[in-house]
């Protein structure tokens, strides 16, 4: 027994010599927490298998889109049927029809939508589009909400309630990072100021219906119908970032949870099956702005691809083909979350635990977590040593406290009766650290 990264470590000091940091996306590279990542050698249903020969039990789930598990038979032979047949033509197909269908009957509201190859550039350019369409520029955003790295929307907030946004980066224009406002998440007060000041001047807002990388933050109740009705008022649009929410929180993610129409959606993970894929879509209207109905430029070489078509129409259609798969989706995480509740006070822990459909998290703190600066009161050093036991009696969880758990529907009720066992001991060896500060 016990787990060893030798390999993994060997692999990691490697990919530096090549790859900065040794990782193409910067959360893998385990410096939230310390430690070397594993390198992950295949993936099957519910579990992760490493190069060293280690096993855990998956809940990042690719960052989300795995929602069926790894390597589902249904998503394996519409892509090996797919890749046989060519892997891009850069000319219509019909599955690129087949996915926007399935994508419109979950989510009515988009009329139209647009397949793009990533969740960021489903935001950039629904961005270009609503800027083109209220002939404004401002746009809205919350801290602590994330919507992928491109300039517009990596700004961070600067002093104050609500601010003019300043670069979240070096390299970030602070001319582009000051056209949009950063406001508090979960406090409609903050957005009507905002609205009060600029609010003739802002193209749209952009949110997280249910924010997700700040761990998990659902909305308070009323508050997404709030941010619908001043932007409504103001004639800016709403643009929903429903990325990571779409297809987990429910089918039709948050909009068909809380009953909120938005004007204009972003999609991705889920919809992808686990290839890389975005879309943006919404009211008829505004999507006809975008080239070639048109005047708004926004094109993609790769874009529909038949291999993500395909591995998002398997997806969704085996969501759909099990009328009781939300209900167990939910069922699981729920039954999880109340195990690791029930455990953390067993050891005498005060932690705040969110679930919604299929997502989940826990923030190492006493203090109630509704936004970023709450969920900033979280102790990154607790976590740490969660997440370390956990990796180590063979749980895989997303290597940083301000990230979203996953389930998924491979995960088994042994599984989660695993975890809850490991994080028993992981919860001791907080407790313990916490006796001995
Ligand atoms: C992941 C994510 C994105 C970015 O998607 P990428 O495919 O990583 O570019 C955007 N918005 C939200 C809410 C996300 O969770």
Redesign the pocket.
Known sequence: MGYQFVKSAAAFAEAKEYIPGGVN?PVRSFRGVGGTPPFIARAAGSRLYDIDGNEYIDYVGS??PMILGHAHPAVTAALQKAVLQGTSYGAPTLLETELAQLIRLAFPSMELVRMV???????MSVLRLARAYTKRSRIVKFVG?????HDSLLVKAGSGAATLGVPDSPGVPASVAGGTISVPYNDADALAQVFAQYGDDIAAVII?PV???MGLVPPREGYLQQVRDITGSYGSLLIF?????GFRVAYGGAQALFGIKPDLT?L??VI?GGL???AYGGRRDIMEHIAPAGPVYQAGTLSGNPLAMSAGIATLRTLTADPDMYRKLTGKTAALAVGLRNQAERYGLSLQFHQLGSMFGLFFTDQPVYDYDSATTADTEAFAIYFHTMLENGIYLAPSQFEAGFMSAAHSEADIAATIAASAKAFAKVAERNRTK
């Open positions: 996306s960052w989300g190859n990533s969740g960021t550039e489903a935001t909400c994330y919507h992928g790295h997280e924010a997700g990388n970032d429903e990325v990571m929410c972003c991705g993970k992808g890389p894929v975005g």
